[in-house]
């Protein structure tokens, strides 16, 4: 959401500034710089907000008559999860450690991990202000009094209920199955007048208030919609799993999902993914934009990125290697296990899909351009492995992976794990796998699955 969020004006008349309880679910993207996930401001001195600050902590603020700023020592550096929170303020409660509560995942985060926060009793807070001097407006992806601080990442199911202190368990639930805490879709709660719940579902009116208020919010930038959430979390590329072997990491945006790379030095860059595997058959989709030599595959989950000479030029991956050099043109090989192959004859423009198939069930791995696969592959032919680039090894789980070769910084690389973009623009033929999970540009072979959890749970118990 980088330069994107949701404005709402100040309406003119006051909520209850005493009494309130926001829920959000979020998703991290890049890590270490200050963003915001919602806030409060008049423009001038007074605001509140709830935001990641550059080492990755929650950090709350609330100004007016009662104050008030925390920071809970724990750090929030997991971008494949999806995180719950809750804010539940109460000013008129008798115990201070009451009127000002932090859920996180469903749990309490108790007050001595954030020193606590001393509340004014029956004291007024800048969140929900609406009227007089101090009159705030709201965002939802920025900081409202400075206007930066922008979201980089995803939020979903935002409720801001006014005039009642709830806690977690009235917006999650444990599922009784996995055990993981999830939302409920639709909970039993009293928004109060100037209360909201965005759901961000309508692509077409992302700040529609489905709390049966009309408290919409405006879009603001360009946003773009995601079926990754908190029950179904896709694989992205992971920027705790990076190379920076010589001094420098890629640059990850769009939600982990576009890869550019930073090096002036070979070999720099090597990123692997979020979600690996060992069985099953799994599909996703690569678009290019390459000046030359350029990486492109799977890794072993145990792969060093800062290992030996640094990136993947170490054995443990698979895959290809694009624009083989400045002189020689936009040529392919293939790489078994950091092997290089021959010239393919294929050559690749800036805009083609890369196709990639990884069957670990049986050990075999094609690529594809376009939707045609290379080698005269044929990712349904089983343990024949027709067309399959390399036999993989037994017992080993794979991740996505790519990276730098040479002397170049322009090479990047826009993972489709089924979430249906590349970077911020949709697929154009919307292709669904066999269980209906996932979204694609290309015809998805038959028994292949997307790489998100919903797709490897089902695998893990079929």
């Avoid at 350029?294 to 030029?313: E, R, V, W």
């Avoid at 805009?351 to 050990?363: E, F």
């Avoid at 790519?402 to 249906?420: I, K, L, V």
């Amino acid at each position: 959401m980088a330069s994107t969020y949701l404005s709402f004006p100040s309406t003119g008349t006051n909520g209850n500034q005493k009494t309130w309880t926001l829920s959000l679910w979020f998703k991290r993207g890049n890590l270490g710089s200050v963003q915001t996930l919602f806030s409060a401001g008049d423009g001038h001195i007074l605001e509140g907000f709830v935001r990641i600050n550059a080492s990755d902590r929650l950090e709350f603020k609330n100004d007016g008559q009662y104050g008030g700023e925390a920071s809970p020592t724990r750090v929030l550096r997991d971008t494949n999860a999806w995180y719950h929170l809750v804010w539940s303020v109460d000013s008129t409660q008798a115990s201070n450690d009451d009127r000002w509560k932090i859920y996180l995942n469903g749990e309490l985060i108790p007050a001595s991990e954030y020193s606590s926060v001393a509340i004014t009793s029956n004291g007024d807070g800048n969140i929900l202000t609406y009227s007089g001097t101090y009159a705030s407006n709201l965002s939802v992806g920025r900081r409202e009094r400075t206007n930066a601080d922008y979201w980089d990442g995803q939020i979903t199911h935002l409720h801001l209920i006014d005039g009642t202190q709830y806690q977690a368990s009235d917006f999650g639930e444990t599922d009784a199955t996995t055990g993981i805490w999830k939302p409920k879709t639709a909970p039993s709660v009293t928004y109060g007048t100037n209360g909201f719940f965005l759901k961000f579902e309508n692509s077409g009116a992302f700040g529609t208030d489905s709390s049966g208020n009309s408290n919409n919010f405006t879009v603001n930038g360009t946003m773009t919609q995601t079926i990754d959430t908190p029950s179904n979390v896709f694989a992205t590329m992971n920027p705790l799993y990076q190379s920076v072997y010589g001094g420098s990491s890629a640059i990850l945006t769009n939600g982990n999902t576009k890869w550019t790379g930073t090096s002036n030095d070979t070999s720099q860059n090597a990123t692997l993914g979020t979600l690996g595997v060992s069985s099953g058959k799994w599909y996703w989709e690569v678009k290019g934009n390459m000046a030359y030599d350029s990486l492109l595959g799977i890794a072993k989950s145990n792969f060093d990125p800062n290992g030996g000479t640094g990136g993947l030029q170490n054995p443990g991956w698979w895959g290809l290697v694009t624009n083989i050099s400045a002189t020689s043109g936009s040529g392919l090989k293939f790489v078994v296990d950091n092997t290089f192959g021959s010239s393919t004859g294929i050559t690749l423009a800036n805009g083609d899909i890369i196709n990639i198939a990884l069957d670990a069930t049986n050990l075999k791995f094609y690529i594809g351009k376009n939707g045609t696969w290379l080698n005269s592959g044929n990712p349904t032919s089983g343990a024949t492995g027709t067309g399959s680039i390399a036999t993989l090894p037994s017992d080993t789980t794979f991740l996505p992976a790519c990276s730098n070769y040479g002397y170049n910084t322009a090479n990047s690389w826009e993972f489709n794990f089924g979430n249906g973009y590349f970077g911020t623009t949709a697929v154009s033929s919307a292709e669904n796998p066999d269980d209906g999970i996932g979204i694609f540009e290309y015809s998805v072979p038959t028994g292949y699955k997307a790489l998100c959890t919903k797709s490897i749970n089902a695998q893990e118990y079929d």
